[in-house]
């Protein structure tokens, strides 16, 4: 059944004079007369009563004139909802991102999508920079936050603010409560390290930081998550250097300390949008240009 008739006839049963009707749909009576003829003869019922006096609905008609507005509705909302997701205003978007993310770039960019894009949902899914690009590949993920400074090959980054690295310590630890420390005095702590396959850029930061300071780590554990280590030094399983921004998790046991400027103790971990070139749509653009909006860098 063609959609016009439906329209037609719609117009027709609201007017219910074949005069007025046409002139709605600026057609003539005639293409009008013959479309309800048509639609009637599909649908095997007679639609319409009329006479030179007057047009009006039979049962059948009053019912299917229901049905009708309620088809031409959903067609014309399925017709808006693909030009939304086309202009990138609807749709929806799976995202990946690492633990420290969340703590990071993330509820800005998240608050300021909201409010530009408030009906494109976005699903979040938690996972390593490794796994992210792995799953962004694989067309699973349209981007991810991650924590890398170059992309896997096949893969588009934008860079986002670094961010530094501070000294975790137990909150009853001898230097826990100085303003800063200098990394060379940590030498003979256990050091609980974040696990290299899964973040190779963070455990190489953090490695370089401790190796420029002349300390080769004894290691207490090898875990998967910054959280994880953070809790495993709040039970006095050693220390850890981690990113500034974990101190918003608000883990209760632990004290962070900024590291001495002094030379070779500054470590900075990396952070970044990734996405396939192949994969983009007009929802993934337009978050690519609020994580590339210039705020970002200066928050």
């Avoid at 002139?23 to 309800?36: E, F, H, K």
């Avoid at 998967?224 to 921004?245: D, E, H, K, T």
Wanted: glycine share 6%.
């Amino acid at each position: 059944m063609k959609t016009h008739l439906l329209r037609y006839f719609v117009v027709l049963a609201e007017e219910l004079h074949f005069g007025r009707a046409a002139q709605r749909l600026a057609i003539t009576q005639p293409p009008l007369s013959v479309a309800i003829k048509s639609l009637e003869e599909d649908l095997g019922v007679r639609l319409l009563e009329r006479d030179a006096k007057q047009v009006r609905l039979t049962d059948a008609g009053a019912a299917f004139l229901i049905e009708a507005r309620q088809v031409l509705s959903q067609i014309q909302r399925a017709a808006d909802v693909a030009r939304n997701v086309a202009q990138g205003r609807q749709g929806q978007l799976d995202i990946g991102v690492t633990g420290s993310m969340i703590y990071r770039d993330l509820p800005h960019v998240m608050q300021a999508f909201g409010q530009q894009r408030p009906d494109i949902d976005i699903t979040l899914h938690e996972m390593s920079t490794t796994e992210q690009q792995a799953a962004i590949l694989r067309g699973q993920l349209q981007g991810g936050f991650v924590n890398i400074i170059t992309p896997a090959p096949g893969l588009e980054l934008w860079p986002l603010a670094p961010d530094t690295l501070v000294c975790c310590l137990p909150d009853n630890h001898p230097q826990a409560q100085q303003a800063s420390l200098d990394l060379r005095s940590l030498a003979h702590e256990r050091f609980v390290m974040f696990v290299r396959d899964v973040s190779p850029a963070n455990y190489d930061n953090v490695i370089a930081c401790l190796h420029n300071a002349g300390i080769h780590p004894r290691t207490s554990h090898a875990v998967r998550q910054w959280l994880a280590v953070i809790a495993l030094v709040a039970i006095g399983q050693g220390v850890a250097l981690v990113p500034s921004c974990m101190q918003r998790a608000g883990m209760a046991g632990v004290r962070y300390v900024p590291l001495h400027s002094s030379h070779g103790q500054t470590a900075l971990t990396p952070g970044a949008f990734v996405w396939h070139p192949q994969s983009r749509s007009a929802a993934l653009d337009a978050l690519v240009e609020v994580i590339k909006a210039p705020r970002l860098a200066t928050d």
